[in-house]
């Protein structure tokens, strides 16, 4: 069961807009693609979920695509607080399985 | 509300002690439950998840087991650590169902050294 595929690392200014895209071209019609995201020696905390559609919440949109084979994390604008390692899981069944993730540094 | 207790926070352990790392949720019933480890500037590998009482997944054959006693209770445990075993140890839960159409929640982690 093949994980999701993400650049190891991203730069953003503060302010703009933060783009993660995330590949998971062996997903299946019934996993979920969630994301989370995770400070230095704390636990990760949730970001957003979706199946299908687009998905907004306070804290960012998720952008899927028709093929369902890849998605996208947008973050409106960047805050220093947003730096953190940003995670992609393709969620089978019951299962959220972590791979490597996006770095994401933020500059002032 | 629902909240994660995970205990303890740091941990430094001999090379073959025996561990034993435990989580309760509380606010919610019949929740998954999940352990996972993460090894210093590596992403999360998850070890074990539950989806009821006695019933247990492992993911990964290694030195560890689970034991889920209790609903809300999820125990780590080890015979005999090894040095690999260091790392962070995270205990998360979800909301039960077939699929995970729900957000995870994940405790705060033990930080585990193998000395």
């Known amino acids: 069961d093949a994980k999701t595929t993400q650049p190891n690392s991203m730069e953003s200014n503060e302010e703009e807009p933060v783009h993660l895209p995330c590949n998971h071209s062996t997903i299946s019609g019934t996993d979920y693609i969630h994301w989370y995201r995770q400070l230095p020696s704390q636990g990760p905390e949730y970001v957003i979920h979706g199946l299908t559609s687009n998905v907004n919440n306070r804290m960012a949109s998720l952008a899927i695509a028709e093929d369902r084979k890849s998605s996208t994390l947008i973050l409106h604008r960047a805050t220093l607080r947003d730096a953190a390692v940003y995670y992609c899981i393709k969620a089978a069944g019951n299962k959220l399985t972590f791979g490597g993730g996006t770095r994401v540094l933020v500059k002032p | 509300s629902q909240t994660i207790h995970q205990w303890p926070a740091t941990l430094v352990q001999p090379v073959g002690s025996p561990l034993s790392l435990e989580c309760t949720v509380e606010?919610?019933?019949?929740?998954?439950l999940y352990w996972y480890r993460q090894a210093a500037g590596r992403g999360l590998q998850l070890l074990f998840y539950?989806?009821?009482?006695?019933?247990i997944s492992s993911e990964v054959p290694q030195n560890l087991s689970a034991s889920r006693p209790q609903d809300r209770q999820f125990i780590l445990s080890s015979k005999k650590l090894l040095l690999s075993d260091s790392g962070f140890y995270l205990c998360?839960?979800?909301?039960?169902?077939?699929?995970?159409?729900?957000?995870?929640?994940f405790g705060q982690g033990t930080r585990l050294t193998v000395v």
């Open positions: 539950s989806v009821g009482i006695g019933q």
């Open positions: 998360a839960w979800s909301v039960s169902g077939g699929k995970m159409n729900t957000e995870a929640f």
């Open positions: 606010g919610t019933s019949n929740p998954n």
